[in-house]
């Protein structure tokens, strides 16, 4: 079955459309884990093996590094 050519023209569209999502998805995560390296640097050992970041104008907090990673990016220390 052949297409008409407003249909040719509505799939093109289609498919930029999707294209477009698709490079920006990949910048998304591209900046995502940019800011996760950041954070990540930002953690700190204790001796007892604890994690922890201190960050500047910011206040001390302890956790898992998932956690002191998603509260380096939340709240724009990374």
Avoid: W
């Avoid at 007892?48 to 970041?53: C, E, F, Q």
């Avoid at 201190?54 to 509260?71: H, M, N, Q, S, W």
């Amino acid at each position: 079955m052949h297409m008409t050519p407003f249909e040719l023209k509505e799939e093109r569209r289609a498919q930029a459309r999707l294209s477009r999502r698709f490079a920006s998805e990949d910048r998304y995560l591209a900046r995502l884990e940019k800011r996760e390296a950041i954070a990540d640097q930002m953690i700190g050992e204790l001796n007892s093996g604890k994690l922890y970041v201190y960050p500047v104008g910011g206040k001390y907090r302890e956790g898992t590094r998932a956690d002191l990673i998603a509260f380096l990016i939340r709240n724009n220390y990374a």
